[in-house]
């Protein structure tokens, strides 16, 4: 199992950006799918944005245009930058890796004032 550290988040004001990163405990050259996924209270965690390693990435259509995710092989880091951030984006977000099973690091504040 892949262990996987999330940091990053934080306050920010609508409008604003953040990055977050998410370091893998081992290389993640051979981690076919990587994504990062975020959790409303109450709610199921859904998926944000997706990158395989084959280069192709995916978005949440609520998230197109403003995030960016990316790998980092080198430092065996995930990351997604966020940017024109927006009040509703206010969430607990998660990296997860997919091998033989999807691991999941513990998870980052996200809070967006407006």
């Known amino acids: 199992q892949v262990q996987l550290v999330e940091s990053g988040g934080g306050l920010v004001e609508a409008g604003g950006s953040l990055r977050l990163s998410c370091a893998a405990s081992t290389s993640i050259i051979s981690i076919n799918v990587m994504s990062w996924y975020r959790q409303y209270p109450g709610k199921q965690r859904e998926v944000v944005a997706v990158?395989?390693?084959?280069?192709?990435?995916n978005y949440a259509d609520s998230v197109k245009g403003r995030f960016t995710i990316s790998r980092d092989n080198a430092k065996n880091t995930l990351y997604l930058q966020m940017n024109s951030l927006k009040p509703e984006d206010t969430a607990v977000y998660y990296c997860a890796a997919l091998t033989y099973i999807t691991s999941w690091g513990q998870g980052t504040q996200v809070t967006v004032s407006s």
């Open positions: 990158s395989n390693s084959g280069g192709r990435v």
